[in-house]
Each structure stands twice: as structure tokens, then as C-alpha cells.
């Protein structure tokens, strides 16, 4: 598409339960970024594809978070046992891997609130 | 690890007045630079970039910035600010070499007044 698309624009979800939110790159970005960002914070760095795999899974908060990405494209991030601090912004990125080509588009982003 | 900081969480300036949001970065070479704001409601639009050559960038908006490597800095710079540039402004860094994700700072929030 022409853009980084992302779906729900906004979740509504009681406490306890599971969340997927999904990331539909631009075509030919093979490198995928989740972040958070919650009110009055900065961008917290989640997860990185390069293509399906994820070398950097470092800013998974906790074992309730994961995400995959499936024929190098669409992405998911799995929210399970959801909490209030999972209240955020749930930004995606995409873009080509190195080089001149590091710029990275943004989604619009999810809003999830936990209630 | 790498990090990026933005000294300012909050700035206010006057319509027409010049502007400058700071940026420092903490990495051993010299990193892909950007600045990106976000407006209310909006999504992350990037504002320009720095990757080498001459280190004053231009970008859109009316916005340049500077890259210092003495400072380990990237200033984001304005001459006349209009009130359409309130918004949330973010420097983020990424390294010239392998696989790794953009660094974001917290952002410093601009508002604008009459």
C-alpha cells in the first residue's frame, strides 16, 4: 500500500483479556519496528523484523508481549492478559534495511485502552 | 548502548519568534540522525534527516538542522515559527552499521502563542 497501515485505530479491552494488533508494512520494507508510546512519554522500542525474523527483541516488556510477521509483510502484536500500563499508543514502522534507505514511515498508530 | 537526549520536555515561543530544540546523542561513530514531529491526532512525519556530507540539513516546514560531531549534537532549528508548528518533536538516532532500530528521545512538546 501506499502507506504503513495499522488496525484496530483504536481497541478498547477489559483487563485480563488478549489483544492482537496489526501492522500492514509499505511493499518492499523489509525491516518492521513496533513501539509504545504512552501519554506523556517518548517512543518505547519494542520488537525489529528484519524480514520475519527478530534479531532485537529487547524492549518486550514482559512474557505477555510477542509478535510475529508472516511472508516478510504483515506483522502481529499479541498483547495476552492485558493490564492498565498497557494503556498506549502503538505506533509501527517500516522501512529498508541499512544504508541510505534507513528512513522509517509510520502507521498512525493503535490506541489501546485497558478499562 | 546508544541514547538520545532532549533536554527540553516542554518549550513555548511567540509566533515569529526563532526557535531551537536541542538533541545529544551518546554512540562511538557518528549515527543516522533524524527529527520527527507528531502533531495532535497525527502520526510521525519526518522532518529531515542527516546521514553525511554537509552537516547543516535542510528539511520541510522551513526546519534545518545542525549536526555537530564535536557536541555529539543535532539541533533542530527555525527562524519564524508559525503557530501550525505546535506539536511533539522527536530526535532519534540510528547506527550506520547492521540491524538495529531507531533510538527515539522523550520528545520536547512546542507550544506556540500569539
Known amino acids: 500500500g501506499a502507506g504503513v497501515s495499522q488496525s484496530p485505530s483504536n481497541k478498547v479491552t477489559e483487563k485480563g483479556k488478549d489483544v492482537e494488533l496489526r501492522c500492514d508494512p509499505i511493499s518492499g520494507h523489509t525491516a518492521l519496528y513496533w513501539y509504545r508510546q504512552s501519554l506523556g512519554q517518548g517512543l518505547e522500542f519494542l520488537i525489529y523484523f528484519q524480514g520475519n525474523s527478530a534479531p532485537d527483541k529487547s524492549g518486550l516488556p514482559s512474557d505477555r508481549f510477542s509478535a510475529e510477521r508472516t511472508g516478510g509483510s504483515v506483522s502481529t502484536l499479541t498483547i495476552q492478559r492485558t493490564q492498565q500500563e498497557d494503556s498506549a499508543v502503538y505506533l509501527c514502522a517500516s522501512s529498508f534495511p541499512g544504508g541510505m534507505n534507513t528512513e522509517a514511515f509510520f502507521g498512525q498508530g493503535t490506541r489501546l485502552t485497558v478499562v | 548502548a546508544q541514547s538520545v537526549t532532549q533536554p527540553d520536555i516542554h518549550i513555548t515561543v511567540s509566533e515569529g519568534a526563532s526557535l531551537e530544540l536541542r538533541c545529544n546523542y551518546s554512540?562511538?561513530?557518528?549515527?543516522?540522525l533524524f527529527w520527527y514531529v507528531q502533531s495532535p491526532g497525527q502520526g510521525l512525519q519526518l522532518l529531515l534527516k542527516y546521514f553525511s556530507g554537509d552537516t547543516l540539513v535542510q528539511g520541510i516546514k522551513g526546519f534545518e538542522a545542525e549536526f555537530k560531531r564535536s557536541q555529539s549534537s543535532f539541533n533542530l532549528r527555525k527562524p519564524s515559527v508559525h503557530w501550525s508548528d505546535a506539536a511533539e518533536y522527536f530526535c532519534a538516532v540510528l547506527r550506520n552499521s547492521g540491524n538495529t532500530p531507531l533510538v527515539f528521545g522523550k520528545g520536547t512538546r512546542l507550544s506556540v502563542i500569539a
Open positions: 554512540y562511538g561513530a557518528t549515527p543516522y
